[in-house]
C-alpha cells in the first residue's frame, strides 16, 4: 500500500509564496497520477493541479500562472509551488495518488492527510 504525508502549510500575507511537499511511501507496481485538491470551508473538495505518469500537467484556472506542480521520482515527493497567493486560495490541500497496488494489481487512490495554508489579506 502507498501512503502519503503532506508538509508545508502555513500562514503566509497574500502575495506571498508556499512550496507544499507530499511524501509517498509503501510499495506499489506503479504511480499512475498524482495531484493537489483543496477544501474550503463549507465546500467541497477540488483539484487544483495533477501529474500524470509521463509528466503531463493540468491545473485549475484559478492557479494557472501562479502555481506548479511538479513531481521528483527518485524521492517519490509531490510539490506545489504555490505563488502570489490571495485570501481566496486558503484551504486545506490534500495529496492525491492513483496507482497499481504490486500484489493484485488492483487500481486504488489513497489521500494524505491535509495541510492547511491561511493567506491573510
Known amino acids: 500500500q502507498v501512503q502519503l504525508v503532506e508538509s508545508g502549510g502555513g500562514l503566509v500575507q497574500a502575495g506571498g509564496s508556499l512550496r507544499l511537499s507530499c511524501a509517498a511511501s509503501?510499495?506499489?507496481?506503479?504511480?499512475?497520477?498524482m495531484g493537489w485538491y483543496l477544501q474550503a470551508p463549507g465546500k467541497q473538495r477540488e483539484l487544483v493541479a495533477r501529474?500524470?505518469?509521463?509528466?503531463?500537467?493540468n491545473y485549475a484556472d484559478s492557479v494557472k500562472g501562479r502555481f506548479t506542480i511538479s513531481r521528483d521520482n527518485a524521492e517519490n515527493t509531490l510539490y506545489l509551488q504555490m505563488n502570489s497567493l490571495k485570501p481566496e486560495d486558503t484551504a486545506v490541500y490534500y495529496c492525491n495518488a492513483d496507482y497499481v497496488e504490486l500484489l493484485g494489481m488492483r487500481y486504488l487512490e489513497v489521500w494524505g492527510q491535509g495541510t492547511l495554508v491561511t493567506v491573510s489579506s
Open positions: 501529474i500524470i505518469i509521463g509528466g503531463s500537467t
Open positions: 509503501g510499495i506499489a507496481f506503479s504511480i499512475n497520477a
